[in-house]
Each structure stands twice: as C-alpha cells, then as structure tokens.
C-alpha cells in the first residue's frame, strides 16, 4: 500500500516540522497539515518563510522549499481528512487542569474531539497515527470511537511517537537514532498499515533503524524515554545542591561520572530546572498511570523527579532573594532568557515563569529579555498561573528588546535560558550599567566564574 496524501491535524511544534520533513524529503507525497488555529496557519502561509510561527533553525528554509508543492496549510480540516490515506494526530494534549486525575492525567478532550471528526467525515479506510504523547491504552479508545460512530469505514490505528527535541528538530528528524511505529502486527491489515509508515520513513532513515512493535509498548516507551531524560536531570540538578553546600563542583562531577560509558555524558548539565512541555506532563502521566493500577510505589518513585525540579526552581529564586539581603521588594532584577531552552521560542513549563513569579511575589521589579519570545506570550505565561491580577503582572514586568536594558540600574541580573548571545554580551558594560555590589546569577552554567569576578561581579552559579 503506498501512501499518496498524508494529512496532519495540528500545527504546532511537533506537527509542523514533522510534516515539513516528510514533505521534503517525499515529494510524490501531498501533505497538508490542519489547525482551527487561523492566525497559526495564516503565519505558516506567511509570504516571507521567517515568519512561520515556530522557531527552530533549518526550518524556515525546509518549509520554503516545499510549501506550495507537496506541503499545504490549510484550516479547512474536513477536506483534508477527507482526501487523506493517512491522517496524523498531533493536537495537544495538556495536564488536565480540572476533575478527575487533575494535575496529573493527560487531558485526552483535544484527541477525542479529532477521533470523531474523523469519523463523521471519513468515507474510505484510513491509516490513523498516534503523534501526540499519550497515556498508555489511547490507541483503544480511539479505535472505539472511531469503530461505533464512523461511517462503516475500516480504520488501522498505529502509535509513532515522536522523539524531537525543540531547538534541534530539523536535525532529530533527519538523522533520528530511532523511528518507533506501533501497530497491530499480529493481523494482516495491521501490518500493512506499519509497513506503509515505514516505507514513507524510509525515504530518508535506514530501515535497521525503525523499530516496529505493538501500540501499547509504543505508547509506554515515548513515555519511559521521557522519564528517563528527565530524571537524570533531576538527578545532576539534587547534586548541585550537594556541591554548593561541600565545595565540589556539578560540573566537574558530571564530567567525572558522564565518561563512564555506562552511564554517558548527555543530559547531565545541571540547570535551573527543566522545562518544556513532555518532561512534566508525561512524568505526571505515569505516575497517574502506575496509581490508577494500585502500583504506590512505582507512582512515588517518579514522581520524586518532579518534586526535585520543583525544588530547584524554588530554591534558585530563594537565593537570589537571600542573597540581596533578604528582600527583592522595588528592586530591579534582570532576567535574560524566558524560553524553556536555547534556539526554540517555547516557553512551556519553562524554569522562567516560575522563578519570575516567585520573585514577583517577593514584589520585585522585574525586567526580561528573550530574543525570540513574544512579549505578549511572557505576559500570558504569568498570567495562566493566576498568582496575581493581570494588570499587577504588567505593572510589575517590563519586556525589553536588548540584553543590556536589562542590566541598566538592575540590582541584580540572572541568566534563565542559555542563548549563545548571552555568553558574547559585554560583561563589563552589564557590570557597569548595574547598581553595586553587582550580583550574578548563572541558572544555566553558562559563564565563566573567574572572568566575571574579575569584573566584580558576585557571581552565584548553580552547581558551585
Ligand atoms: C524532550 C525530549 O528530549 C524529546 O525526545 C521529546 O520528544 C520531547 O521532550 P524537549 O523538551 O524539546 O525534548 O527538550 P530537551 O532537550 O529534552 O530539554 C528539556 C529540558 O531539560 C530543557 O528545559 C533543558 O534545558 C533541560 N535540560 C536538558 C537540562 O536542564 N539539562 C540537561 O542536561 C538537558
Ligand atoms: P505540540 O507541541 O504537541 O505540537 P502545540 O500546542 O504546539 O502542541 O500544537 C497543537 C496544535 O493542535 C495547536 O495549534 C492547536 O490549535 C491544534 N489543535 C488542537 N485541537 C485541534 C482540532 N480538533 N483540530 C485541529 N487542530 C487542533
């Protein structure tokens, strides 16, 4: 079975690089990716391709080659289901903030709400791909709703979750160390359904690399993967505490434990605290998952790794407040960075907000620069977490659109994403335009202590 059109419904960071990839890289296959979101899919039509609204480098130039051949943005999205032979689910799916499971389930409305427009538009068999990150058992309540309420049409359900990390995902889709494709392979029809994902993968990946098995294992290693990525994190980051009370440092620590093969160097840069939207909605995912089958301590054992990152946010914005001689109020503080990591403009779940916020309700003054995070998304951002009034948010928070307004008057400055042009900025102008002493704090151990004491600055680093 060969795949002709591919229609994605979602628009956002994982749906649209997904899809601009597998556009370029298949030109004999029509993609058309959906979203109700207009003014999101009017900017992914933008005349000028730097205006798409995703941030990722290589993007802009992948999306320019092949929009208008084989890759469309459309909002209608019943046409695009209608024409498609397969259809990629990539719709959000936030922690629910409500009822049941609240502050911990996957809020699966956005999923189900797909399955049944699906199945009130569809008129010919479909392939349907699970993209989204979703609790182990989703496939099975899709292909309930989509077996009772369709049209008498035959549906294949797979999972290929997807393994990007933002601010490298051109690159992650390019040369992915794995494609993972769930399906129903014990029966004929569900294996023909894998095989047309994997022949379309395989335009580009080695087929040794596309691993298939059945969709619940699918389902449970995006899961798994995500927990572990983010629990050598928490694990590197309850370390730096250790190292700043003894005198070791979490860098060196982590250079010494990383070069044992057995454990390896990747994702042990102490930090602020992760961010994004996977590390925390599928931790918290599992953990609802491991107590709604009676399994405590598998729950408890996981959920430590959210209770750490939350620990070290809170404790790095405690220092600063200690550090200015225990008050923050009317002072000025710098904050350079709001995305939840270098080269994306996601802010999700990002260390920022929660630092900001603290610090606001220590009544800072606090002024931000990120250089490419929408002032209006900082304020949303602050806004959600409904810690204040609105107005008390813009009153409190001035969004600049240079790293050195940040330092003018500042009492104190501290770097929250680890953009490279952070490291570049002159420090010695930041050090002079800034109220003395001049405090310092490095939430990403991105600058070099000694240059910057030399300066003057205090300089506090996370870790040392
Ligand atoms: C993650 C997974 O890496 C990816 O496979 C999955 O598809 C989605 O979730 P992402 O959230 O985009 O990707 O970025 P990632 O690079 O994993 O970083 C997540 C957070 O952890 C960021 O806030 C980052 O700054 C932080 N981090 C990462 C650290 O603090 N230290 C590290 O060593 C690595
Ligand atoms: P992710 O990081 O998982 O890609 P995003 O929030 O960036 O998440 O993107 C999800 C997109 O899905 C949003 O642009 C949202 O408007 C879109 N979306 C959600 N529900 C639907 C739906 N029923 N039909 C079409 N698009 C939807």
Redesign the pocket.
């Known amino acids: 079975m060969k795949i002709k059109n591919i229609c994605c419904i979602g628009a956002g960071y994982v749906g649209g690089p997904t899809m601009a990839v597998i556009a370029q890289k298949c030109p004999e296959i029509n993609v058309t990716v959906v979203d109700i979101n207009e003014s999101r899919i009017a900017a992914w039509n933008d005349d000028d391709v730097n205006n798409i609204p995703i941030y990722e480098p290589g993007l802009s130039n992948i999306v320019g080659e092949a929009r208008g051949r084989n890759l469309f943005f459309s909002t209608d999205v019943d046409a695009a289901i209608d024409q498609a032979d397969m259809i990629f689910i990539s719709v959000n799916t936030p922690t629910k903030t409500y009822g049941i499971g609240k502050g911990m389930a996957a809020d699966l409305k956005f999923i189900e709400l797909c399955a049944r427009q699906i199945a009130r538009v569809a008129t010919t068999d479909k392939i349907v791909v699970e993209k989204s990150?979703l609790p182990v058992r989703t496939a099975e309540a899709l292909r309930n709703i989509l077996d009772n309420t369709g049209n008498g049409v035959k549906y294949q359900i797979l999972s290929n979750?997807?393994?990007?990390?933002?601010?490298?995902?051109v690159d992650?889709l390019m040369d992915p160390d794995r494609v993972l494709i769930g399906g129903d392979i014990d029966t004929a029809e569900g294996a023909e359904a894998v095989e047309a994902l994997v022949d379309v993968y395989a335009h580009w990946i080695d087929r040794d690399r596309i691993l298939t098995t059945n969709v619940w294992s699918s389902e449970l290693s995006?899961l798994t993967?995500?927990a572990f990525?983010?629990q050598?994190?928490s694990s590197?980051?309850s370390l730096s505490e250790l190292c700043e009370k003894t005198g070791a440092d979490v860098n060196e620590v982590a250079k010494a434990v990383g070069m044992d093969r057995r454990i390896g160097s990747?994702?042990?840069?102490?930090?602020?605290?992760?961010?994004?939207?996977?590390?925390q909605k599928?931790i918290l995912n599992l953990v609802y998952i491991a107590k709604s089958y009676g399994l405590n301590e598998v729950a408890d054992y996981w959920e430590q790794v959210i209770i750490m990152n939350d620990h070290q946010k809170r404790r790095f914005a405690a220092n600063i407040v200690k550090t200015l001689f225990n008050t923050v109020s009317g002072k000025k503080i710098g904050i350079l960075g709001w995305a939840?990591?270098k080269d994306?403009n996601?802010t999700r779940e990002?260390?920022a907000i929660y630092v900001v916020d603290y610090l606001l309700n220590e009544q800072a003054e606090v002024v931000v620069y990120d250089p490419k995070v929408k002032p209006e998304q900082i304020y949303a951002d602050l806004d959600y977490l409904n810690t204040r009034p609105e107005a008390e948010n813009r009153a409190s928070v001035t969004i600049v659109d240079n790293s050195h307004e940040v330092a003018e008057k500042a009492h104190a400055v501290a770097v929250l994403t680890?953009w490279d042009e952070f490291i570049e900025l002159d420090w010695s102008k930041v050090y002079d335009d800034m109220l003395k002493p001049a405090f310092l704090f490095d939430g990403?151990r991105l600058l070099n202590r000694a240059e910057k004491e030399q300066i003057g600055f205090e300089f506090y680093a996370i870790g040392s």
């Open positions: 990150t979750p997807e393994f990007l990390a933002e601010g490298t995902a992650d995006k993967a995500n990525l983010a050598r994190v590197i980051n990747k994702f042990l840069q102490s930090s602020v605290g992760f961010g994004g939207s996977c590390f599928d939840f990591k994306t996601d990002s260390a680890e990403r």
